[in-house]
C-alpha cells in the first residue's frame, strides 16, 4: 500500500508540473492583434507623434497593455524610458533664387525642392554661396571610394545624388552592387557633408534610388522635426539640408552649361566633384521646443540567465497631423507604418509572459519613440542602454506586419548579416515555410528601421518583412499589394485600417519570431555577425 502510494503521489506531482506547461503559442489572437491596431491608429491617438496628445495617450496605452501582457516594469520600477529632444520647426522661403554666368532663375519651394536646418537657430540661410556637385557624396576607404578627394566644401552647398555608387552601374565590385550600403542613405549624406564643412547639402531625389516618390519627401515641407537634444556635445551640422527634384536638378545643371551625363559619370571610380558655377539664395527660419518623449519598456525575466537578453523592437510613433490630401484627411494614422509593428509586439510579450516554464534568459519589449524621425528612440536606448549591450544577444525588430493573408515565404531584410537568418530559415522549415529575400536591397532597409541602432553597437539585428508569395494567389499578387502600399499609402493619410486586412499572414510571422526568440533564449550559443558583414569587426 505505501508503495502505491507513493506511485500514485508521484504521478500526481507528475500531472501537476505538466499541467503547468505552456509553450506560449497559444497566445496568439488574430482579434485582439487586429484590436490593438484599431485603436492605435484611431484618429483620436492623432497619428502617434512625440510631443503630441497622441503621443500621451499612446504611451498610456502601451504601458496598460505591457501591464495586461503580464510584463514586469523594464525600467526599474517603470516602464518608461525618458528620451531628451528637441522640436525644430521650419519655415522655408517660398523660392530659392539661383544665379550664374547666364543670370538668374528661381527654384520653388514644395515644386521643385524641400529644404529645412538641423540647427537650433533662429534663422540661417544660403546667401549666394556656390554650390558643388560632389557625385553621391560618399567617403569610403573600404570601397575606395571617395568623392570630396582634394575638395574644399567648407561654407559651400554640395548637390549629391541619393543611394550608392554601385546602385548606378551593373559592377558588382562597387560597393554592394545594387544592395545599398548606409552610404546610400540620406542621413549619412547629411552627416558627411557637415563633417566636410559644408553649409548645405541637397540630395538629388530619383523614385527608384530612394524607393519613394517625391511626393513623400514634399509631404514634409515645413512640419516639424525631432531630433535628440544634443546640447553640450560637438556634432556638425550643415546649416540647411533638404532634397531637390529631378526636375530640378537638370535645371541647375542645364543652367551651369554643364551636360547631365554628369550624373552617370558619378558612378565611375575616379569620378572628381565639379564645381557648378553658381550660387543659391534662401533662407529657413525655425523655432525650437526641448522635452522629452518616452521609450516604453518591459520585460520577462530570464529563469536561467536573468542577466542575458534578447531585445523586441518596435516603433510606436508615426506622423502626426499633417498636410491634408485630397480628400481633406489630415491625420496620419499610420495603422501599418507601424500600428501593425506595435500590436505585434504585444503578441510577443504576451506569448514570452505565458511561457511555463519562462525562457532561459530575459527577454525585453521596447516600444520605441521617434523611428519615423530619424531612428531616435532607439539611438538613445543604444547609447544609453538600461541593460548592458555587451551582454544583450541580439535584437529583434518589426516594422510593418502581413496584412493579408498567409504567405509560404517569409522576408530576410539585410542578406548575409548574421546567424539569425538562419535561425529564421529554421524556425520557417519547421512551420512548412521558406525563406526569401528582399525585393529591393537598393532601397537600403536595413538601414531605415531601429534595428540599425543595435546592429552599429555590434548587436546581432534581425529586420524582417512579409512575405509577397500568398498561398493560392502567387507571389505576382503579393507583390502587386507591396507596391500598391508604397506607391498610395506610406506616409500618407490613406495608411488606415481597412477591412480587407485579415492579418492572418501577420499571425504566422509572430509565431515565427517567438520561435526565433525562443530557440536565442535556451541555446548555449549566441548569435554572431557572418563574414561579410559591416558589423562584424563590432563583435568578432
Same mark, same amino acid.
Given at each position: 500500500m505505501k508503495k502505491a502510494g507513493i506511485s500514485i503521489g508521484i504521478l500526481i506531482c507528475g500531472l501537476s508540473v505538466f499541467g503547468q506547461q505552456n509553450d506560449g503559442m497559444k497566445a496568439f489572437h488574430v482579434n485582439e492583434l487586429r484590436q490593438d491596431i484599431a485603436i492605435l491608429s484611431s484618429d483620436s491617438f492623432q497619428g502617434r507623434k512625440p510631443f503630441t496628445v497622441g503621443e500621451k495617450r499612446t504611451i498610456a496605452y502601451l504601458e496598460k497593455r505591457f501591464k495586461e501582457a503580464g510584463l514586469q516594469a523594464g525600467n526599474k520600477n517603470s516602464y518608461l524610458q525618458e528620451v531628451p529632444m528637441v522640436q525644430l520647426t521650419c519655415q522655408a522661403d517660398p523660392d530659392m533664387e539661383v544665379n550664374g554666368p547666364k543670370g538668374s532663375f528661381t527654384l520653388k519651394s514644395y515644386d521643385d525642392y524641400v529644404i529645412y536646418s538641423e540647427k537650433d537657430l533662429p534663422k540661417v540661410s544660403f546667401n549666394k554661396d556656390e554650390l558643388i556637385f560632389a557625385g553621391y557624396g560618399v567617403v569610403a576607404p573600404e570601397y575606395g571610394w571617395n568623392d570630396y578627394a582634394g575638395l574644399d566644401v567648407k561654407g559651400k552647398i554640395v548637390l549629391v545624388k541619393v543611394n550608392d555608387p554601385g546602385f548606378g552601374t551593373a559592377d558588382t565590385g562597387i560597393f554592394k552592387g545594387r544592395t545599398m550600403t548606409y552610404y546610400g542613405r540620406w542621413t549619412y549624406k547629411f552627416e558627411e557633408a557637415a563633417r566636410q564643412g559644408a553649409k548645405g547639402c541637397l540630395i538629388i531625389h530619383n523614385t527608384e534610388a530612394a524607393s519613394y516618390p517625391f511626393s513623400v519627401v514634399q509631404n514634409s515641407l515645413n512640419t516639424s522635426r525631432l531630433h535628440l537634444d544634443d546640447r553640450g556635445r560637438k556634432i556638425s551640422k550643415c546649416d540647411i539640408v533638404g532634397w531637390v527634384s529631378e526636375t530640378a536638378a537638370q535645371k541647375l545643371l542645364a543652367f551651369a552649361g554643364v551636360d547631365s551625363s554628369v550624373l552617370s559619370q558619378a558612378d565611375r571610380r575616379g569620378f572628381k566633384a565639379i564645381p557648378l558655377g553658381l550660387t543659391l539664395t534662401t533662407a529657413v527660419k525655425i523655432s525650437s521646443r526641448y522635452d522629452k518623449s518616452y521609450n516604453v519598456i518591459g520585460k520577462v525575466n530570464g529563469s536561467k540567465h536573468p542577466n542575458e537578453y534578447i531585445v523586441y523592437t518596435s516603433h510606436w510613433d508615426h506622423l502626426g497631423i499633417g498636410k491634408p490630401d485630397a480628400k481633406g484627411d489630415s491625420i496620419y494614422n499610420g495603422a501599418?507604418?507601424?500600428? +501593425? /509593428?506595435? &500590436?505585434?509586439?504585444?503578441?510577443?510579450?504576451? &506569448?514570452? +509572459?505565458?511561457?511555463?516554464?519562462?525562457?532561459?534568459?530575459? =527577454? =525585453?519589449?521596447? &516600444? !520605441?519613440?521617434?523611428?519615423?524621425?530619424?531612428?531616435? /528612440? +532607439?539611438?538613445?536606448? &543604444?547609447?544609453?542602454?538600461?541593460?548592458?549591450?555587451?551582454?544583450?544577444?541580439?535584437? =529583434?525588430?518589426?516594422? /510593418?506586419?502581413?496584412?493579408?493573408?498567409?504567405?509560404?515565404?517569409? !522576408? =530576410? !531584410?539585410?542578406? /548575409?548579416? +548574421?546567424?539569425?537568418?538562419?535561425? !529564421?530559415?529554421?524556425a520557417a522549415r519547421k512551420m512548412g515555410r521558406v525563406v526569401s529575400f528582399e525585393l529591393h536591397p537598393e532601397a537600403g532597409s536595413y538601414f531605415r528601421s531601429d534595428h540599425f541602432n543595435f546592429a552599429k553597437k555590434g548587436v546581432p539585428a534581425l529586420y524582417v518583412s512579409p512575405g509577397v508569395n500568398i498561398i493560392g494567389k502567387g507571389s505576382a499578387y503579393g507583390t502587386k499589394l507591396k507596391d500598391e502600399y508604397t506607391a498610395n499609402m506610406y506616409h500618407r493619410p490613406s495608411d488606415q485600417l481597412i477591412p480587407e486586412w485579415t492579418f492572418s499572414g501577420a499571425m504566422d510571422d509572430l509565431k515565427l519570431l517567438f520561435m526565433v526568440g525562443k530557440r536565442i533564449a535556451s541555446s548555449s550559443r549566441w548569435p554572431a555577425w557572418k563574414p561579410g558583414s559591416e558589423f562584424k569587426s563590432l563583435r568578432p
Open positions: 501599418y507604418d507601424n500600428a +501593425s /509593428g506595435t &500590436a505585434g509586439l504585444l503578441q510577443l510579450a504576451k &506569448a514570452f +509572459s505565458e511561457m511555463k516554464p519562462q525562457p532561459e534568459r530575459t =527577454i =525585453i519589449f521596447l &516600444a !520605441v519613440t521617434a523611428e519615423e524621425q530619424g531612428l531616435w /528612440g +532607439s539611438a538613445y536606448y &543604444a547609447e544609453n542602454p538600461i541593460y548592458p549591450l555587451k551582454n544583450t544577444l541580439a535584437n =529583434i525588430n518589426t516594422d /510593418g506586419l502581413n496584412r493579408y493573408e498567409k504567405t509560404d515565404d517569409i !522576408v =530576410i !531584410v539585410g542578406r /548575409g548579416q +548574421s546567424t539569425l537568418e538562419d535561425y !529564421v530559415a529554421d
